[in-house]
């Protein structure tokens, strides 16, 4: 069942964390570069331009080994998933 949550911080291209959880969000099958490889910052800005503040949609599909829900987020009707594979890593 998809929830709404208030985005407080991203962390990375892919990372995310809200105001209703203990544990990030990532997003599923998104894989942006990490910190000190090329395109991080780029990355990580257009997800804060993106849902920074906003009120997503999170529909959980999996949980990794770091406890994250991996999951398919909206904002504003927009897929955020789709938006962010342009970052992807190459």
């Known amino acids: 069942m998809p929830r ?3 985005v407080t911080k991203v962390i990375d291209g ?4 809200t105001a209703s959880r203990k544990n990030p969000v ?6 942006t570069p990490e910190k000190r490889q090329p395109g991080y910052q780029k990355a990580k800005q257009a997800l804060t331009d993106l849902i920074q503040g906003e009120t997503v949609t999170i ?7 770091y406890r994250r829900s991996v999951a398919n987020v909206k904002v504003k009707g927009r897929s955020v998933n789709s938006a962010m594979k342009k970052h992807g890593k190459k």
Do not use: H, P, S, Y
């Not at 892919?14 to 964390?17: E, L, P, V």
């Not at 529909?59 to 080994?65: H, Q, S």
């Open 14 to 17: 892919d990372t995310f964390m």
């Open 26 to 31: 990532r997003l599923a099958n998104v894989d």
């Open 59 to 65: 529909d959980t599909k999996a949980r990794d080994k």
């Open 4 to 6: 709404r949550e208030r």
